[in-house]
């Protein structure tokens, strides 16, 4: 078996699973944020109307919430919703609750990592289709919606369907132009958004190895962009190290048999990739950033759980520094604790002296949502992971999903620039 | 099961169509019925009757995790949607919410089955007989938990 087989094997108690079989895994973590809290609320209201007992919690220790869809408090709504996040986990008394402005904040996906709320071997689900980000630990991650969540916080548990697994190899190093961002972007060009549906991304080879953990949570993020169920990566010495200095060492790896199958494996060459752009309006319509160069920009986005972690900021430094910025550039790191460290590391000082707004973490923009949504034709490019119609803004604005390097060189010349060809 | 085909010649039919992002702030169920499929059919809550069925191609329901989807076409009278292949999360939110079955056909009962065609669904035979062309498909069957959860009435009602 291979490291998801593995994992659902273990989680729903049987010797083997194979692609196709239906389970009942066994769930160590599940969390919920400000948009999806409130829906599973809204299930909860339902089933007391049946009868349904509902006063506890499997398991209150296993869950985590979240504020960060419309957080700093957009509107009315959104504050209202997150007053009733609120007093939900105080009623079932969940401890792991990140209060934006209270200590460690940000977005759930990067406060996953950020905070080893999962760990390897483990099954995580979420209320989010980016849950996916934390396959790159060697858990397997997957989103839900609210009934199936709902019925996680009182069982404890969920039916999966295995899936099939492709495995994505990466031989060799990336050159130091080119970023996780690149490949992603390539792949869901050469397989479709719908290439990997229901089934899982496993990512592995040379290239992998040598990546840092934060690069490989890019991938498996955008997993979810090709209709992934899951993406994984098996976890090695840097995903030890990377626990350990958050304090968590106790767990169980699993990793696949030496034997293990997988449905599909599609080879990269690192040094193939180069500076890639996905256009308007879908993340697969990729081409070379170089291709791009007379495309007229208003604005730069540098944020979200894809594109806003401590490596993204340094890539976006290394360009900024000593020079600035001819659009308007924001950047927004993904949790308090990653913008902490980059006002450490001198990257915050960079960015302002460039002219760039420096915001806080929030999903905010890239989902459309506020704190810096586009107008009717404006032209942006972002580090974030969906470029659908409307989706940072005004139906017809236009939105280039690139790495963070490509979105800095972009925001110096004010056009589409491969890090390349910047002076 | 019987009813009427209103079919969708497209693949992709995302659920940002079936019921588009502005109503997301809505709980009343019946409510979201009024808006169902306006991205793509501002007709539909007028023509769809109680029994109905969609017919659609490709990934039907891609895009968010949203359970408003299959909601607002579940209290539109949507019993089954039937298409070639569904998104996950949309698929899991119909049967585990009980809101409508989602039902997978080959290619060629997709081409083949037209707008008004009378459908009739009998699952326990994993059948899809057309009354008005007088032909039979197979229904790709539920795996077996999935049938399961569909019996007891949703995920909630079903016990392990």
């Known amino acids: 078996m291979n490291i998801t087989e593995k994992i659902l094997a273990r989680a729903s108690g049987k010797n083997k699973v194979s692609p196709d079989d239906v389970v009942f895994a066994n769930v160590d973590k599940v969390m919920i944020h400000d948009v999806s809290g409130p829906g599973v609320i809204a299930v909860f209201e339902k089933l007391k109307k049946t009868g349904m007992k509902i006063e506890k919690l499997w398991d209150p220790k296993k869950v985590w919430v979240a504020e960060d869809h419309f957080v700093p408090a957009a509107d009315k709504i959104s504050a209202q919703n997150v007053v009733l996040l609120t007093q939900f986990t105080k009623d079932y008394g969940i401890s792991k609750h990140f209060k934006y402005g209270m200590g460690q904040y940000g977005i759930c996906h990067t406060l996953s990592h950020e905070e080893a709320m999962v760990l390897p071997g483990e099954v995580y689900v979420g209320g989010d289709s980016h849950t996916n980000t934390t396959g790159a630990l060697g858990a397997f991650a997957a989103g839900l919606g609210h009934t199936d969540v709902a019925y996680v916080l009182l069982n404890g548990k969920i039916w999966f369907k295995v899936p099939e697994t492709l495995y994505f190899k990466l031989n060799g190093t990336l050159p130091d132009y080119a970023m996780a961002k690149d490949l992603i972007l390539k792949i869901i060009g050469d397989i479709g958004t719908d290439g990997a549906a229901y089934k899982t991304m496993q990512f592995g080879g040379t290239g992998i190895s040598e990546m840092s953990v934060e690069e490989r949570l890019t991938l498996t993020n955008m997993t979810t962009e090709a209709g992934a169920k899951s993406g994984i990566i098996e976890p090695d010495q840097k995903i030890r190290d990377y626990l350990a200095q958050r304090g968590a060492s106790n767990y169980d790896e699993i990793h696949g048999d030496a034997d293990a199958q997988y449905a599909k494996v599609y080879e990269y060459e690192a040094s193939e990739l180069e500076p890639t752009v996905a256009k308007p309006f879908s993340p697969e319509n990729v081409t070379a950033a170089r291709e791009l160069s007379s495309i007229p920009l208003d604005k730069a986005y540098i944020g979200s759980c894809t594109g806003a972690k401590l490596d993204d900021l340094r890539a976006v430094a290394k360009i900024l520094k000593g020079r600035t910025v001819k659009i308007r550039t924001e950047i927004l790191p993904a949790a308090i604790s990653i913008f902490r460290k980059a006002m450490d590391e001198g990257l915050v000082k960079i960015f302002m002296d460039a002219g760039v707004m420096v915001g806080p973490p929030t999903c905010g923009a890239c989902c459309g949502a506020h704190m810096g949504v586009l107008a009717k034709d404006e032209v942006c490019i972002s580090t974030t992971n969906r470029n659908f119609p409307g989706r940072m803004g005004h139906v017809e604005s236009q939105t280039y999903l690139a790495s963070p390097l490509v979105a800095a060189a972009s925001a110096v010349t004010g056009k589409i620039t491969d890090p390349r060809d910047l002076k | ?160």
């Open chain 2, 1 to 160: 099961m019987k009813g009427s085909a209103i079919k969708y010649e497209r693949d992709n039919i995302d659920t940002d169509v079936i019921l588009p992002g502005p109503y997301l702030k809505i709980h009343d169920y019946d409510e979201l019925a009024k808006h169902a499929m306006e991205g793509i059919d501002k007709d539909f809550h007028k023509k769809v009757k109680p029994g109905d069925f969609i017919v659609a191609g490709r990934n039907f329901g891609c895009g968010s995790s949203r359970e408003h989807a299959p909601i607002a076409l579940s209290y539109s009278g949507i019993k089954a949607v039937v298409a070639i292949s569904f998104a996950r999360i949309f698929y899991r939110n119909a049967v585990d919410g009980a809101f409508l079955l989602p039902i997978e056909v080959e290619e060629d009962a997709y081409k083949d089955i037209s707008e008004g065609d009378q459908l009739e669904i009998e699952t326990s035979k994993n059948e899809i007989r057309n009354l008005t062309k007088n032909k039979t498909y197979k229904m790709k069957p539920f795996p077996e938990l999935i049938g399961k959860i569909i019996s007891a009435g949703g995920l909630f009602n079903y016990k392990p």
